[in-house]
């Protein structure tokens, strides 16, 4: 079933400092959605709160499943990846062991997903232990271990080899051909026009503009966005 | 882990096996050694384990009291007569006694050598003001040092800096008064088996006043129904049976005898 | 230094002649303390990982009132113990005064906010670590207990260990509420205590040389063991 988003009205606010909102769309995430923006534009707060793991200050988000639902067809994987303190295969295994899937078929699935990472000889190293591209391939392969409707990535390349990133974008094109929708931030322009089928570009804490990718790069709407995609320090 | 735990419970559980009597005790009767002797005697005769636990006079009647003991075996007369009279113990049975001596350094800085009571030789002590360590702990001992001092007029509480109430037991208390080369009262046995003596000596005994003796009560079980009368009985019957009079005259430390059977 | 010297020479020939008395009360020093441990564990590992998760109203007295009863004096839990247990107290009935099941209640009450509260400290640090990605798998409390415990589990040692330390040398509750009965309830400490008295230091000091030896033997023992796990492991 196709994962649709609304958002009412959603702000976020820390100290009294609004760092999103207010936000009202719909979200029919196709693809990969880039979520665009400057340092600072609310771009992390707005996947958590897609993720629903972000405390709101005011508004609602829903999603057309019950919030369980949507948080089990969900995965997210962080700027800097949290490796639990195991070997690689247990941390890709622990996603399935939560939600108690037979052993044989957590064995099969982990061996699968280390293929498809390239981190078969690997799989007894200490996670901790892998160098970053590994430790992000880890991540990714194990937010996409159960087979999630929805990824969210936040600058799942910020820190990586140009190697590391290219098998980190070969990865996800292949998720979302086989169906998983992913939503990204980025900060590498060129990265978004790899990958992008649509965007959204954050300022302030608001959707300042959205659209087909192809329509974005082409011609922005708005002068903000047109300086943002040229390079210039936009506030 | 596991394992190790299943054997500890299985420990406790066979711990409660043999018929077992909880024997409050004076520490003098422990520390005289004489239980080391006694215990495994009783057990082969009657078959009986006696469980002893060595405390004051004071906490030993507290314990019979509360229940948490099936007898106890003191020494400080008035006390256990009140104890029975409350009904708490059903009888006083005289198993055996001994005396109090007086314990102090060998160099005998008050000349308690030479006196001829018990409270003439506290008195000098007090008039030197060389250092004195009482128990302190309401025990047989320490309320026995407090008749005596009673006795000679003088009130404890006023006694000055030398005079240390220490609240322990017998052998703590000897250690104190070793280390501080102090006077003390002690019973026989314990002086005659203390191990760390150091620079004291027996100074003083042979006053009737320091007589010691020791009873054994048992704890009411109208009060208690958890104790086991019949087997307080057989060692009550044992101890004052003449295998008790053969343990109890047969134990000597350098030849001395520490105890004698029975009530003169 | 003579009596060093002698005690030294003591607890020699007590370990190497294997005395049975020794053996008797070295193997209840174990029984008890490693009981207590294992319980006192069982209650306080989780107990001080969810302290580290859980956000609720007295957290912070909560966690005060753990590290105040850190510092419990073990003579006053010893009293306590002994009252309720008294045949006189509520518990009395039970018959437990007096038994190595009285002292495992006591040290697990001294141990248990000891462990507990080392636990919370160590769990906290992996807890911000971890934070994002259980949130994230909506992983139930239960969960994320089991996953910090297992991934802590080091840390979790350290905490045991110093809850054991703090069993074996333990005298002062255990001497009120075990009563140091020979056969019965004789541990180490008590035995050292009991020997003092005497004025026995060669005996009480070789009985502490044995005690000394134990604890060092057991923590290396399962410093030893963790290291090869994770030589295996890793």
């Known amino acids: 079933m196709q994962m649709k988003a609304n958002l009412k009205d959603v702000r976020v606010k820390r100290r009294g400092k609004t760092i999103l909102g207010p936000i009202t769309c719909d979200l029919d995430p196709a693809g990969i959605t880039i979520v ?7 771009k992390t707060t707005f996947l958590k709160v897609l993720h629903g793991v972000e405390r709101l200050s005011g508004g609602d988000v829903s999603w057309n499943v019950s919030d369980e639902q949507a948080r089990r ?9 949290i490796m639990l303190r195991r070997t690689v295969r247990q941390n890709l295994a622990y996603p399935l062991q939560l939600i108690a899937t037979p052993k044989p078929q957590i064995a099969t699935r982990v061996a699968s997903w280390a293929a498809k990472t390239g981190l078969t000889d690997a ?97 922005p709407r708005s002068p903000q966005a047109q300086a943002f995609l040229e390079g210039d320090i936009v506030e | ?67 948490d003991v099936d007898a106890i075996l003191v020494h400080s007369k008035a006390a256990e007569e009140e104890f029975v009279a409350a009904g708490f113990g059903t009888h006083r049975r005289e198993i055996m006694y001994n005396d109090f001596v007086v314990i102090g350094p060998a160099s005998d800085p008050a000349d308690v050598t030479n006196q001829q009571t018990a409270a003439a030789s506290l008195k000098v002590i007090a008039a030197t003001q060389a250092p004195f360590v009482s128990r302190g702990d309401n025990s047989g001992t320490h309320k026995k040092e407090r008749a005596l001092w009673q006795a000679t007029g003088l009130l404890t509480e006023d006694l000055g800096d030398w005079y240390k109430e220490v ?77 008790a009079r053969a343990v109890i005259a047969g134990y000597t430390i350098n030849g001395e005898t520490l105890f004698t059977f029975g009530a003169p | 230094m003579t009596d060093i010297w002698a005690g030294l020479a003591s607890a020699f020939w007590l370990v190497v002649s294997l005395d049975a008395d020794l053996v008797d009360i070295t193997l209840r020093s174990l029984q008890v303390s490693l009981t207590a441990l294992l319980i006192a564990s069982l209650i306080a590992l989780p107990f001080g990982t969810w302290l580290a998760i859980r ?96 991934d802590g589990r080091r840390a979790l040692l350290t905490a045991s260990l110093a809850g054991f330390g703090r069993a074996i040398g333990e005298v002062g509750a255990i001497m009120i509420v075990g009563g140091n009965i020979d056969q019965a309830t004789r541990v180490l400490t008590t035995a050292i205590a009991l020997e003092t008295g005497k004025g026995d230091f060669a005996l009480a000091l070789g009985l502490g040389f044995v005690l000394i030896a134990l604890a060092l033997l057991v923590n290396f023992a399962i410093h030893v063991l963790s290291r090869t796990e994770r030589e295996g492991r890793w």
């Open chain 3, 55 to 150: 956000r609720f109203r007295f957290r912070r007295a909560t966690i005060a009132a753990l590290n105040a009863l850190m510092g419990l004096p073990p003579v006053v839990v010893g009293l306590i113990v002994y009252l309720l247990l008294s045949r006189s107290g509520p518990f009395g009935v039970l018959g437990l005064l007096f038994t190595p099941t009285a002292m495992i209640i006591a040290q697990v009450i001294i141990i248990t906010p000891l462990i507990a509260s080392i636990t919370h400290q160590a769990m906290r640090e992996l807890w911000a670590e971890y934070h994002d990605l259980l949130i994230s798998l909506n992983t139930s409390n239960w969960q994320r207990i089991r996953t910090l415990i297992f």
């Open chain 2, 167 to 243: 609240g322990a037991g017998m052998g703590a208390a000897l250690n104190t008064a070793a280390g501080l080369d102090a006077y003390i009262l002690s019973d026989r046995a314990s002086w005659l088996n203390f191990g760390n003596k150091r620079e004291l000596a027996m100074l003083f005994a042979g006053d009737p006043a320091l007589f010691n003796q020791y009873a054994f009560i048992p704890v009411n079980s109208a009060l208690q129904p958890h104790v086991n009368a019949q087997a307080v009985a057989t060692l009550e019957n044992w101890l004052v049976s003449d295998a």
């Open chain 1, 36 to 42: 665009l923006g400057p340092n600072g534009a609310g």
């Open chain 2, 1 to 67: 882990m596991i394992r190790l735990l299943f054997a500890a419970l299985m420990t406790l559980a066979t711990t409660a096996q043999a018929e077992t009597v909880r024997l409050a005790v004076t520490t003098s009767f422990q520390n005289s050694g004489l239980s080391d002797v006694m215990l495994p005697q009783i057990k082969a005769d009657t078959g009986l384990v006696v469980e002893l636990l060595v405390v004051g006079t004071g906490q030993a009647l507290r314990l019979g009291e509360a229940g």
């Open chain 1, 123 to 219: 799989l007894d190293v200490s996670a901790p232990r892998l160098s970053g591209g590994e430790k992000q391939k880890l991540a990714l392969g194990r937010a996409l271990i159960r087979d999630p409707k929805v990824v969210f990535l936040d600058e799942p390349c910020a820190n990586l080899d140009g190697r590391s990133t290219r098998e980190i974008e070969a990865l996800l094109m292949k998720a979302t051909a086989d169906g998983t929708h992913i939503i990204m931030t980025t900060h590498n322009l060129g990265q978004a026009k790899r990958l992008a089928d649509n965007v959204i570009f954050l300022l302030d804490g608001q959707i300042h503009d959205r659209g087909p990718a192809p329509a974005f790069f082409a011609k």
């Open chain 1, 73 to 81: 067809a969900q995965a997210y994987v962080f700027q800097s990846p």
